[in-house]
């Protein structure tokens, strides 16, 4: 096949690994968010918590530079284990938003227009296929969340000095940790979501009903039964459980989230979150197909 | 060398309904069109062989190679252009269909100088840089040809490819896929309802019903045998049938002067001009008699569906 020519002619090029066709999917995926100027601007919106907190870690290590501000921070044990929470469910949150935003439509775009049977079409599987669109959730919510998180980290115990990094090595591991339960959570709901609903305005409402109309159906139940269990609908508090517990929150006393941070045990808390990735897997293993199949 | 398709006692099942119920046969034509009243299975024989639908019996091979276990391998040497719309709204023509063969194994560069070049020859060269949603149909189904052959396949499956066309669309496509086949370089196979689609393009014919195979032809066999098939248009004439028959030919008359004649292969037509002197028959009208596809086709719907293995040969031959 030639321009010039125009008559077909085969392929007999080199070809691709095999392994590494998901990563067209991703970069495609990213390169179609970004197209989006208000996802652009709000991605870069998501950014200024990290500044915020990066100029508190300095402000907090120089006091020089607090007289001359003339405002008062504190000395540098503000920055806790506590400080590190509220950074990362703060950019958990803005994550979740910008996965609301966009993770639905990178699959819904597909579905719109029967595409899906191409992708599949092709050397693809089902599994590489959502691999790839999960990636561009996973790359884009760790540059917010871990990536991040982790530089402040080394920020803090380069400005601590005294081998603080070694000390609070348990920290990092519970940052990453947090961040990536928090990313494929997110993921998985805003995949099976779309796989599901098909349409994707429906499918970001859908998203933030689970994570806003769940909490209060859990909270409606536990008051009506009188008991504690409706909790574990409520998908927010169930991950800031799993997350205090990586931190090493304690419930009450000095750095504690007080008595009604661990509204249910974390046993529970995980196995809520497990229920909700496992019920995610169910309906993209039994949504995403490249035919529908009418039963009779 | 292996045959394109090979099908053993496939069988496959979507929820309790058997949609394609064992299919046995072999089709090694360059082109192979796939014909069959609707809900008689073609969608999914394509579907089956992309592997999107599991046999629950019996295996479907492409160029030797069983689907079920080289998946992977045999979609790398697939193009499929579906029935129904199939595209991006939001991309480009050409960025779709550069995607597309980089998905298939391209390597960028590669895939995106092959995109512009099917897109130049789909004929939609002007149009590469537009939005595939603001595509007119026509333009929508050649830009389903081009991702198709982009990443240069050696089997394209073709769904109903000249669907929602107007005529000079549907001659444009058919003679794409014409030229495609005549490269030498790709086998088509082409599933249509249209029996005309079929029989400017395709040399082999499978035709389903009910999930079965009703008839499986060699469409290049049938055209050289119906030279021997005549149809005369004859005035009355006494002992004309019979010498005929004579001569070694089988021959029916239908009344109105009109007979069918099948030439053995040692009868010269001269021979039948001689006799019809020598009877002094005048021959008003005379045409080798084409067994359409439309004869096959229909031949073969009143028929009952063959279930054992069909060979393949000649679907009509008797008078």
């Given at each position: 096949?030639a321009?010039?020519?125009?008559t077909?002619?085969?392929?007999?090029?080199?070809?691709?690994?095999?392994?590494s066709?998901?990563?067209v999917?991703t970069?495609?995926?990213?390169?179609?968010l970004?197209?989006?100027?208000?996802?652009?601007?709000?991605?870069v919106?998501?950014?200024?918590?990290?500044?915020?907190?990066?100029i508190a870690?300095?402000?907090a290590?120089s006091?020089?530079?607090?007289?001359?501000l003339?405002?008062?921070?504190?000395n540098?044990?503000v920055?806790s284990?506590?400080?590190?929470?509220?950074?990362?469910?703060t950019e958990?949150?803005?994550?979740?938003?910008?996965?609301a935003?966009g993770?639905?439509?990178?699959i819904?775009?597909d579905?719109?227009?029967?595409?899906?049977q191409l992708?599949?079409?092709r050397?693809?599987?089902?599994?590489e296929?959502?691999?790839g669109k999960a990636s561009?959730?996973f790359i884009l919510?760790?540059?917010l969340?871990w990536v991040?998180?982790l530089?402040l980290?080394l920020?803090?115990?380069g400005?601590?000095?005294?081998?603080?990094?070694?000390?609070?090595?348990?920290?990092a591991?519970?940052?990453l940790?947090?961040?990536?339960i928090?990313?494929?959570?997110?993921s998985?709901?805003s995949?099976?979501?779309?796989?599901?609903?098909?349409?994707?305005?429906?499918a970001?409402?859908?998203?933030?009903a689970?994570?806003?109309?769940f909490?209060?159906?859990g909270?409606?139940?536990?008051l009506?039964?009188?008991t504690?269990?409706?909790?574990v609908?409520?998908?927010?508090?169930?991950i800031?459980?799993?997350?205090?517990?990586l931190?090493?929150?304690?419930?009450?006393?000095?750095g504690?989230?007080?008595?009604g941070?661990?509204?249910v045990?974390v046993?529970a808390?995980?196995a809520?979150a497990?229920?909700?990735?496992a019920?995610?897997?169910?309906?993209l293993?039994?949504?995403?197909?490249a035919?529908?199949?009418?039963?009779? | 060398?292996?045959?394109?398709i090979?099908?053993?006692?496939?069988t496959?099942?979507l929820?309790?309904?058997?949609?394609?119920n064992?299919?046995?046969g072999a089709?090694?034509?360059?082109?192979i069109g796939?014909?069959?009243?609707?809900?008689?299975?073609?969608s999914?024989?394509i579907?089956?062989?992309?592997g999107?639908y599991?046999p629950?019996?019996?295996a479907?091979?492409?160029?030797?190679k069983?689907?079920?276990?080289?998946l992977?391998?045999?979609r790398?040497?697939?193009g499929?252009?579906p029935?129904?719309?199939?595209?991006?709204?939001?991309?480009t023509?050409?960025?779709?269909?550069?995607y597309?063969a980089e998905l298939?194994g391209?390597p960028?560069?590669?895939?995106?100088e092959?995109?512009?070049e099917?897109f130049?020859?789909?004929g939609?060269?002007?149009a590469?840089y537009r939005?595939?949603?603001?595509?007119?149909?026509?333009?929508?189904?050649?830009a389903?040809?081009?991702?198709?052959?982009?990443?240069g396949p050696?089997l394209?499956?073709?769904?109903?490819p000249?669907?929602?066309?107007?005529?000079?669309?549907?001659?444009?496509?058919l003679?794409?896929v014409?030229?495609i086949?005549?490269?030498?370089?790709?086998?088509v196979?082409?599933s249509?309802h249209?029996?005309?689609?079929?029989e400017?393009c395709?040399?082999?014919?499978?035709i389903?019903?009910d999930?079965?195979?009703?008839a499986l032809?060699?469409l290049?066999e049938?055209?050289?045998?119906?030279?021997?098939?005549l149809?005369?248009e004859?005035?009355?004439?006494?002992?004309?049938?019979e010498?005929?028959?004579g001569l070694g030919?089988?021959?029916?008359s239908?009344g109105?002067g009109r007979?069918?004649?099948?030439?053995?292969?040692n009868?010269?037509?001269?021979?039948?001009?001689?006799t019809?002197?020598?009877?002094?028959?005048?021959?008003?009208?005379?045409?080798?008699?084409?067994?359409?596809l439309?004869d096959?086709?229909?031949k073969?719907?009143?028929?009952?569906p063959q279930?054992?293995?069909?060979?393949?040969?000649?679907?009509?031959?008797?008078?």
């Open positions: 096949m321009v010039y020519k125009r077909y002619k085969a392929y007999s090029g080199p070809l691709t690994p095999a392994w066709r998901f990563t999917l970069r495609y995926g990213l390169k179609n970004f197209n989006s100027r208000p996802f652009t601007a709000f991605t919106l998501c950014f200024v918590p990290f500044v915020g907190w990066l870690i300095y402000l290590h006091t020089t530079a607090q007289l001359v003339g405002i008062r921070v504190g540098s044990d920055v284990k506590l400080w590190f929470l509220f950074f990362v469910a958990a949150w803005m994550g979740f938003i910008l996965a935003w993770g639905p439509g990178m819904t775009q579905f719109a227009n029967h595409s899906v992708y599949l079409s050397p693809i599987s089902r599994i296929y959502l691999f561009v959730m919510l760790s540059c969340s991040p998180a530089v980290f920020v803090q115990g400005l601590e000095g005294h081998g603080w990094i070694w000390d609070n090595l348990w920290l591991r519970a940052i940790l947090s961040c990536l928090g990313i494929a959570m997110v998985l709901l995949m099976a979501v779309a796989v599901w609903v098909k349409w994707r305005i429906a970001t409402a859908l998203m933030f689970v994570f806003f109309l909490p209060a159906l909270g409606a139940i536990s009506i039964l009188r504690r269990w409706g909790h609908l409520n998908f927010p508090a169930m800031m459980i799993i997350w205090g517990d931190f090493r929150i304690a419930p009450s006393g000095p504690g989230m007080g008595p941070f661990y509204v045990p046993w808390a995980w809520s497990l229920t909700m990735c019920a995610c897997f169910w309906l293993h039994s949504k995403l197909k035919r529908e199949v009418e039963r009779s | 060398m292996p045959a394109t090979e099908m053993q006692n496939l496959v099942q929820g309790n309904r058997t949609i394609l064992q299919l046995n089709l090694s034509g360059r082109c796939l014909l069959g009243p609707n809900g008689s299975g073609k999914t024989l579907n089956t062989l992309l999107f599991e629950v019996a019996g479907a091979r492409i160029f030797g069983e689907v079920k276990n080289n992977r391998e045999l790398a040497m697939i499929y252009m029935e129904s719309d199939a595209f991006i709204a939001d991309m023509g050409v960025r779709f269909v550069r597309m298939s391209l960028r560069g590669e895939a995106m092959r995109a512009h099917a130049f020859y789909v939609l060269g002007e590469r939005k595939l949603g603001t595509y007119s149909l026509g333009m929508k189904q050649l389903k040809l081009a991702q198709a052959i982009a990443h050696k394209v499956l073709l769904d109903e000249t669907n929602g066309l107007d005529p000079e669309a549907r001659i444009r496509m003679q794409l014409r030229e086949r005549d490269t030498g370089e790709v086998s196979l082409i249509s249209l029996l005309r689609d079929i400017e395709c040399d082999q014919v499978l389903l019903k999930g079965r195979i009703a032809c060699n290049e049938e055209r050289k045998a119906n030279l021997k098939f149809e005369l004859v005035t009355q004439g006494n002992g004309f049938l010498s005929v028959r030919c089988e021959c029916a239908f109105a007979v069918r004649i099948v030439l053995p292969d009868i010269d037509l001269r021979q039948i001009y001689r019809a002197a020598e009877h002094e028959v005048q021959i008003r009208r005379m045409n080798y008699r084409r067994d359409t439309e096959i086709f229909l073969a719907m009143a028929g009952t279930v054992a293995p069909v060979q393949q040969g000649s679907a009509n031959g008797s008078l």
